[in-house]
């Protein structure tokens, strides 16, 4: 497992754009693939994005696509989530996650290690 922490959540208004960071711990952090996982009040836990360790392989959930984009920096030990376009309804929790695994990453049981969370809050 590695420590991961999020950062770079915030209050932004609708259109607005924010970038989130989650630094993670370990000498094996390119190994690992990389996920953002965030819960709405009231919700589950959902998939937002996801990158290959090599970060040549990116996935989002389709209410994202085009807006948001994963990237990350293996020299850093750093995944980033650029946020654009923001809506009210992106509102969330927002959780770094890491797997081994390169399959079934939509699905938040496929990562054993996560993040505390980072806020994000958008204003109509």
């Known amino acids: 497992q590695v420590r991961l922490v999020e950062s770079g959540g915030g209050l932004v208004q609708a259109g607005g754009s924010l970038r989130l960071s989650c630094a993670a711990s370990?000498?094996?952090?390119?190994?690992?693939?990389m996920g953002w996982f965030r819960r709405a009040p009231g919700k589950e836990r959902e998939f937002v994005a996801a990158?290959?360790?090599?970060?040549?392989?990116?996935y989002y959930e389709d209410s994202v696509k085009g807006r948001f984009t994963i990237s990350r920096d293996n020299a850093k030990n750093t995944v980033y989530l650029q946020m654009n376009s923001l809506k009210p309804e992106d509102t969330a929790v927002y959780y770094c996650?890491?797997?081994?695994?390169?399959?079934?990453?939509?699905?938040?049981?496929?990562?054993?290690?996560w993040g505390q969370g980072t806020q994000v809050t958008v204003s109509s």
């Open positions: 996650a890491a797997t081994l695994l390169s399959y079934n990453l939509r699905s938040r049981r496929s990562y054993d290690s």
């Open positions: 370990g000498r094996t952090f390119s190994s690992y693939t």
């Open positions: 990158i290959a360790w090599s970060g040549g392989s990116t």
